[in-house]
């Protein structure tokens, strides 16, 4: 399957400052990305929707000043966690979004958030 | 009602069994249909994709897709306890929208 690199795998910052994580697809070009957050053991949580060139579109409740989206090419998109709290500590993933006849959707690996 | 429903579990098999995990779905224009395994504390992985009606089997894996009744399955044969994760289904909606399901946790027991 076609490979989505995520970095970095796991983060710990300080409470107030901002992480950057950034989301590539490697062999393919991808219009579209997606950015999850998950707690342990619950669910997949959908935060935004990322287009290419494009402002980023938010799920109800994500805070678009908070977490900052940016998609400026094919193959690469990035979350900035702003002014981070411990209560943003959590698991974020994003997708990567196959334009082929038969759509597709891969994962990167994931980035452990922790903030102290 | 939600757009992709799966049963929580845990499903727990043993060893060598058939397991089971089904998916219904609330879209009847969907196009499309997925199977992803997360592991704790890992990113889903993909592992089955199925379009049309039917069956279609990789390895020890057999999608199962019926459009009628809007019902999506997943066969593992020979479970092993590697096989222990959450299963994720998911839908390519007629909204071209993936939409997953909460996921089924899976436990094989040795």
């Known amino acids: 399957g076609a490979v989505v690199s995520q970095h970095p795998s796991r983060v710990i910052c300080k409470s107030g400052t901002s992480v950057k994580i950034e989301c590539r697809s490697l062999?393919?070009?991808?219009?579209?990305m997606f950015w999850y957050r998950q707690f342990p053991k619950q669910s997949l949580m959908l935060m935004a929707t990322?287009?290419?060139?494009?402002?980023?579109?938010?799920e109800q409740g994500v805070e678009k000043d908070k977490f900052l989206i940016n998609h400026a090419s094919l193959t690469l998109s990035t979350l900035t966690v702003t002014s981070a709290h411990p209560e943003d500590s959590s698991f974020y993933i994003c997708s990567a979004r196959t334009v082929t006849t038969n759509e597709k959707l891969f994962f990167g690996s994931g980035t452990q958030l922790s903030v102290l | 009602q939600k757009e992709v429903e799966q049963n929580s579990g845990p499903l727990s098999v043993p060893e060598g069994a058939i397991a089971s995990l089904n998916c219904t779905y609330s879209?009847?224009?969907?196009?499309?249909f997925f199977w992803y395994r997360q592991y704790s504390g890992k990113s889903p992985e993909l592992i089955m994709f199925i379009y049309s009606n039917g069956d279609k089997e990789d390895g020890r894996f057999t999608a199962q897709l019926n459009k009628a009744s809007q019902y999506v399955s997943l066969l593992i044969r020979d479970s092993q306890p590697s096989d222990s994760a959450t299963y994720l289904c998911a839908a390519f909606t007629s909204g071209q929208n993936f939409v997953f399901g909460p996921g089924t946790r899976l436990s094989v027991l040795p």
């Open positions: 062999d393919f070009q991808a219009t579209t």
């Open positions: 990322s287009n290419e060139g494009s402002k980023a579109t938010y």
């Open positions: 879209d009847r224009g969907s196009q499309s």
